[in-house]
């Protein structure tokens, strides 16, 4: 591992679990919870995902937790960096293109076989696509990596 990929990871403070995980599981960026304690899915949403996890019988300790955005939007606002049209069309900034970058660049180090979308601007991130909700349960291949 470079130097670079090593600071990289370093910095993402909102992100959690082995390399070697089987699953990365991305959401968008972290809460008011995350950004106070600065850890990955520790609010509430993160207690509905270890239940979640645990009830399918996954491990959260043997998966990889990611974000796209490594900060705490204001009023949990997303639409400075990046918005879609009524037709999922996406207009993003250099900020969201930076943080895609970096998240391609931190999964790349994974080993992971799964990586799970965790809100329509990570499918978008991942996949291209926008619409989460329609799509659970689908298998999309990557546009990212």
């Given at each position: 591992m470079t ?14 679990g ?10 968008e960026a972290?809460?008011?919870q ?5 850890g990955a ?10 239940q ?19 900060f ?11 918005k ?5 069309a996406?207009a993003?900034t ?9 998240l ?8 992971a076989?799964?990586?799970v ?15 989460i909700t329609?799509?659970?349960g689908?298998i ?6």
């Open positions: 130097p670079e990929i090593q600071a990289l990871l370093e910095r993402a403070i909102f992100t959690e082995p390399l070697d995980a089987d699953v990365v599981l991305v959401g972290p809460g008011y995350e950004s106070l304690k600065g899915f520790i609010g509430p949403a993160g207690e509905l995902l270890t979640l996890l645990s009830s399918a019988g996954i491990n959260r300790g043997r998966c990889r937790l990611e974000n796209v955005f490594q705490h939007p204001e009023q949990d606002d997303l639409t400075p960096y990046i879609f049209n009524n037709r999922g996406a993003h250099p900020l969201y293109e930076r943080a895609r970058e970096e391609r660049l931190r999964l790349l180090q994974t080993s076989n799964v990586i979308p965790l809100g329509n601007i990570a499918l978008y991130t991942l996949a291209g696509l926008t619409g329609k799509r659970r689908s999309y291949p990557s546009t990212l990596l």
